[in-house]
């Protein structure tokens, strides 16, 4: 489990530009990005982390829609990591990034509710990143998942992600 790629936007767009690394800020977010607070704050989407593996999927086609040729940034996010199951983890998961002394560490909070500017969004892609549960209810988003910022630290591609498990599982909800 790896960073693959991370991104910054200093504009308001619906895509992110890749760069050689972030710094995250102390329950801020990234610094520079747009989204970052301008001092601490309690909201639970300072970072959007993705993994590659959503690419993947989404470049083969469905039966109902076409398939989308995506990169890093592309939805937004700014760290894409690569082999982490970001889906399956628990509420709270700690996601530390690098193995140096001060590295950065992001909690999770839940799953990407995308909110706003989904006129943006490709036709379809929202439908194609369901995520539903055993009965077929859309309970939320494989679009990624948001996280708070515990430790400050840079961030940068090739970067090892070590995953810190919570006590006790909670199921990721939208934030």
């Not at 489990?1 to 991104?7: I, W």
């Not at 379809?124 to 910022?149: I, W």
Request: net charge positive; charged share 20%.
């Amino acid at each position: 489990m790896s960073v693959l790629s991370v991104q910054l936007s200093t504009d308001h767009t619906f895509y992110k530009s890749p760069t050689q690394y972030i710094f995250l800020l102390s329950n801020q977010g990234v610094q520079g990005d747009i989204h970052c607070a301008t001092a601490p704050t309690s909201s639970p989407r300072q970072v959007h982390i993705i993994d590659s593996s959503l690419f993947t999927h989404l470049a083969s086609s469905s039966s109902k829609h076409p398939s989308f040729a995506l990169s890093p940034g592309s939805l937004g996010e700014n760290i894409t990591t690569d082999g982490l199951d970001l889906i399956s983890l628990s509420e709270g998961t700690r996601l530390h990034f690098g193995d140096h002394e001060g590295h950065a560490v992001v909690k999770v909070m839940g799953l990407r509710n995308p909110k706003k500017r989904l006129k943006e969004w490709p036709e379809g892609l929202l439908d194609r990143c369901k995520l539903k549960d055993k009965k077929g209810k859309t309970v939320g988003r494989t679009v990624g998942v948001m996280g708070v910022v515990e430790h400050e630290g840079y961030v940068q591609s090739g970067y090892t992600v070590y995953v810190e498990k919570p006590k006790h599982f909670r199921a990721l909800g939208n934030v």
